[in-house]
DNA sequence: CAAGTTATTGAAAGTCGTTTTCAAAAGGCC
DNA sequence: GGCCTTTTGAAAACGACTTTCAATAACTTG
């Protein structure tokens, strides 16, 4: 799975007439070995510990190729940061977030997606994305609350 | 219904021991008198055209006061920027936005609501808010696009 | 209503995430 | 290996927003 997202990323590469450098073999090798919404930020400490002297910017253009290839998307949670995961192709999910402890559960509604797309068919839009977000406490943090 | 608003955004003002300024007043009359969803940026320069030497400071401040006081809503675009709209009591509807022109069309789904309800219930959350977006292209970008 | 206390203000400086600039370095092609 | 072009890292620039701070304005109290 890995190796078949590295291959998307290659032809994406060669689609564009991008070069193949050391920089984003790397970067690309630690974002597939994360499973968490990470900012640029952790992902670039990651890189570093890996590759010390590859700097932010890098981190930024690479990871805004990644969305270009479609292996990752963009989240911005109300914390200011952009935060890239992991894209599978045709998948789609949203997010349940924490407001207490800012844990994020992913969830898939296939109910809902369809009652977006009949939104968007009344007021005559072609639906290209959409995002969603539920914020509240999670179990943990309600029972401390309490 | 102006009025009721700027009654509610009093007791509140009343409630938290604020004093009522001159500037306040200028930037809620503003607010009010506009329906669409307004940057501070746009915020600002309506509120300078009414009464110059406000300042920008003032207006980030305020708004946020009106988010508090429950009359305002806050939401964030792709574009980088903070917008606000109103925020009826008790209503809370979606946003379906047009990537071509950025038109924006609100809208409510009550049977979406419900399924969002289920999802927190089913992960143990207790739901305090929620944010959907659809992005798409509106039917007359649609026409320009074919 | 004057005096004192405290909140509010505007301007400017500061933050912080992100983007751009630019010269040096590296990749790919002949 | 040379040549042209992309990519890179460091640092500067950017842009939205927040903070600082001294001046000013709003309540409170006597």
Redesign the interface.
């Known amino acids: 799975m890995i190796l078949e997202k590295k291959k998307t990323f290659n032809a994406f590469a060669a689609r564009q007439g991008l070069r193949s450098t050391r920089q984003r073999d790397v970067i690309l090798d630690v974002f597939l070995a994360t499973h968490e919404h990470l900012s640029v930020e952790e992902l670039y400490l990651k890189v570093k510990a890996s590759q010390p002297g590859i700097g932010q910017a890098t981190v930024y253009r690479t990871l805004k190729l990644f969305v270009e290839a479609g292996l990752a998307r963009e989240m911005?949670l109300?914390d200011g940061q952009t935060r890239y995961e992991h894209q599978l192709v045709g998948e789609h999910h949203d997010h349940?977030i924490?407001?207490g402890c800012n844990a994020i559960?992913e969830?898939e509604?296939e109910?809902?997606e369809q009652?977006?797309r009949d939104?968007?068919k009344r007021?005559?839009?072609?639906?290209?994305?959409?995002?969603?977000?539920?914020?509240?406490?999670?179990?943990t943090c309600?029972r401390a609350t309490a």
């Open positions: 911005m109300p349940l924490c407001t559960i969830f509604d109910q809902i009652l977006q939104i968007a007021h005559g839009f072609s639906l290209t994305a959409h995002k969603m977000q539920l914020y509240g406490l999670c179990p309600l």
